[in-house]
């Protein structure tokens, strides 16, 4: 595949060497595609295929991917919907029924916000599917960063991007520090953004709200801050931002205070070369944490193409790289969790699954207002709670001169049977507890705060 488009855009010149040298090759899938148009024999693609009564007693006379009888007894999934290879992007139908619950996540209003509406609508990609966002997450790294390379994370993050980014592509991740008087510290993005700006062609960042391990989750006008702190950064540095927006626990939102669209919205609306990648997954947003389907959406610009048949076109190279990384790694995603996924949408239907999903946000909210009310009552100078308003965390920072966050987690533990994640990292400031309330029952949340006040005491 020729990339064209692709090398008009800033994308180009920011991808990896990986990124600029992946492409999904036509080999299987050229001849397969032909095949199932044109042959009368196929022998191309290699999956064991038969008349249903030749391998099944009593089975049809209909051809289908051999299965064993066995598997029947735990689904009630036709086979052709959980054994054969899902397309290596992902089964089209799924990929086109979450662009559309993207658009819907944005929450447009069609009246007042229809030119924003339409350029959504217009410039995102289809997704492409990954296995979970963990995978996107690697995905969207290794084609933008080198061995060696910057990357502009918040000091209090997800543990596994250090294993991806750092562990595993070699490249560096650049901290800022995450709050200042209980607010998002935009001075300390703005100086990492600067520092980056100096050495590197391209400013790449990874933004995660509701975070983990905090709870955080911007005000809307700190989401404001941030979207014109980047388009700033972006006209003056003259360089690439590109964003990537790690939305695993979106829809978990408990205050009306702070913002409930994710920040990949007004990012993408934005005309300048601020480019935002989104991640999201069945994974939290629909409570199937096996199931391992994710999907990674990219944000273009309208200056990037002249004519309609040139977004088209651009689409398809940007879907065949990414396509390439996924043949080269896992090959496809699961089938049987992404038929799942379709049924939920078209068989069930959106407002179904919210309102059961809505009897989940609702204890976990509970929970969170529990925990935050019980926690505020404690009368200790040496901790402190991160602003936190959704996803399934909050973090409790703990006065490094006395109480050292992983001597606490042990002590809590053994004397007082509470099992939270301590993190410590005096390198980026970080002394405390991640507690995951998303796991802790709303009647046992009063027990869970004695203890850990106990437990200070005690310390
Ligand atoms: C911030 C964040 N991103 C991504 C993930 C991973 O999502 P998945 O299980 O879909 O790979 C998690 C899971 O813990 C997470 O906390």
Request: proline share 4%; hydrophobic share 35%.
């Amino acid at each position: 595949m020729k990339f064209n488009y692709i090398q008009k855009t800033p994308l180009y010149d920011s991808f990896s060497e990986i990124g600029k040298r992946i492409f999904l090759p036509e080999g299987i899938f050229h001849w397969s595609g032909r095949a199932k148009k044109e042959a009368e024999l196929i022998g191309t693609i290699g999956t064991a295929y038969g008349f249903e009564k030749d391998f099944i007693e009593g089975g049809s006379s209909d051809w289908l991917p051999c299965y064993l009888n066995e598997i029947a007894e735990y689904t009630s999934l036709n086979v052709k919907q959980i054994v054969p290879y899902a397309s290596i992007g992902g089964l089209i139908e799924i990929r086109e029924i979450w662009k559309d619950w993207i658009i819907r996540k944005a929450n447009y209003d069609k009246e007042k916000e229809n030119d924003s509406l339409l350029r959504l609508e217009k410039y995102i990609t289809t997704p492409v599917i990954t296995a979970g966002v963990t995978n996107g997450i690697y995905h969207s790294c290794s084609l933008f960063l080198n061995s060696g390379e910057i990357i502009i994370a918040p000091n209090k993050r997800w543990g596994n991007y250090d294993n991806i980014i750092e562990k595993f592509i070699g490249a560096k991740i650049k901290s800022f520090e995450f709050f200042k008087d209980q607010n998002i510290n935009l001075e300390s993005l703005e100086s990492a953004i600067n520092e980056v700006a100096k050495i590197q062609e391209k400013i790449i960042m990874i933004l995660n709200f509701p975070n983990n391990p905090t709870g955080y989750v911007p005000l809307k006008k700190e989401v404001n801050e941030i979207v014109s702190l980047l388009r700033e950064q972006q006209k003056t540095q003259e360089k690439p931002i590109l964003v990537i927006v790690d939305d695993a626990y979106e829809p978990y939102v408990y205050s009306d205070e702070v913002s409930n669209r994710s920040i990949f919205y007004d990012l993408h609306q934005l005309d300048e070369n601020v480019i935002p990648i989104k991640l999201d997954g069945i994974t939290k947003e629909l409570l199937m944490y096996g199931g391992r389907i994710g999907f990674m959406t990219f944000g273009l610009k309208s200056s990037w193409v002249k004519k309609d048949e040139e977004l088209e076109s651009l689409k398809s190279e940007i879907h065949n790289k990414l396509e390439g990384f996924n043949r080269a790694t896992i090959s496809n995603c699961n089938h049987f969790y992404q038929s799942i996924t379709q049924k939920l949408f078209k068989e069930k239907g959106i407002e179904q699954f919210l309102s059961s999903r809505k009897k989940v946000k609702d204890l976990l909210k509970k929970r969170y207002e529990k925990i935050n009310s019980e926690l505020i009552k404690i009368n200790n100078p040496d901790i402190s709670i991160d602003p936190n308003s959704g996803g399934f965390f909050l973090f409790l920072n703990l006065n490094p001169n006395k109480i050292r966050a992983n001597e606490f987690g042990d002590h809590l533990l053994r004397k007082f049977k509470v099992g939270i994640i301590p993190i410590e990292k005096p390198e980026e400031k970080i002394n405390g507890i991640r507690i995951a309330y998303c796991s802790i029952d709303l009647n046992d949340i009063p027990e869970l705060v004695r203890r850990i006040n106990l437990a200070l005491d005690d310390f």
